[in-house]
């Protein structure tokens, strides 16, 4: 079982930013795509931005431009830096893993974007 810990949410103002990891309990080479989602209050979870095992990127149209995944595959970690936050960004974000056909999450952290 894969276990990813995120961390790095918090309160932050509107235009703000913030940067989230996610550490895996494995080595990241071998995974065939991990990604980003959030969940906000009385809503559905949504992706937010996926990256595959070769670095090719992909995000919601919804944060291109203000967001960008990355990895250190020296640290196990994948990151998502959040750029010129809205109110609109406030949610619960879950790091995922897909390695063959098994899907892990971790547990989530809160990102909270207010004045």
């Known amino acids: 079982q894969v276990q990813l810990v995120e961390s790095g949410g918090g309160l932050v103002q509107p235009g703000g930013s913030l940067r989230l990891s996610c550490v895996v309990s494995r080595s990241i080479f071998s995974f065939n795509r991990m990604g980003w989602y959030r969940q906000a209050p009385g809503k559905q979870r949504e992706w937010v931005a996926i990256m595959t095992s070769g670095g090719a990127t992909n995000y919601a149209d919804s944060v291109k431009g203000r967001f960008t995944i990355s990895r250190d595959n020296a640290k196990n970690t994948m990151y998502l830096q959040m750029n010129n936050l809205k109110p609109e960004d406030t949610a619960v974000y879950y790091c995922?893993?897909?390695?063959?056909?098994?899907?892990?999450w971790g547990q989530g952290t809160q990102v909270t974007v207010s004045s």
């Open positions: 995922n893993a897909l390695y063959g056909s098994s899907v892990s």
